[in-house]
């Protein structure tokens, strides 16, 4: 069983940064793979980034590309996600989730862990 703590989340103006934390405890395997994602109200679960746990395997979706990046620190069991020039559209609750295996990385129903969400909230 793996379970997933995320934190980082809070209120800041648009530009600024945040940067998340996902702990990660349990057995993890190398073949693993992490990502984030995000869902605002009344909207689906959106993909924001993965990357594999052996390292150097990652991806980061259009809408974010340039502003965020996903990295990892084994040692530390813990995925971050760094969030550069936050833009309102940002807002939503942001999830940590783990699969088995670095596929179908964008799709939800690919992870079989998530943690409890930490809100983000940019205000124009």
């Known amino acids: 069983q793996v379970q997933l703590v995320e934190s980082g989340g809070g209120l800041v103006q648009a530009g600024g940064s945040l940067r998340l934390s996902c702990v990660v405890s349990g057995r993890i395997f190398s073949s693993y793979g992490m990502a984030w994602f995000r869902q605002a109200p009344g909207k689906e679960r959106e993909f924001v980034a993965a990357?594999?746990?052996?390292?150097?395997?990652?991806a980061t979706a259009d809408s974010v590309k340039g502003r965020f990046t996903i990295s990892k620190d084994n040692a530390k069991s813990t995925v971050y996600l760094q969030m550069n020039s936050l833009k309102p559209e940002d807002t939503a609750v942001y999830y940590c989730?783990?699969?088995?295996?670095?596929?179908?990385?964008?799709?939800?129903?690919?992870?079989?862990?998530w943690g409890q969400g930490t809100q983000v909230t940019v205000s124009s």
């Open positions: 990357v594999s746990w052996s390292g150097g395997r990652s």
């Open positions: 989730a783990a699969s088995n295996y670095y596929s179908d990385i964008i799709k939800p129903r690919t992870y079989d862990y």
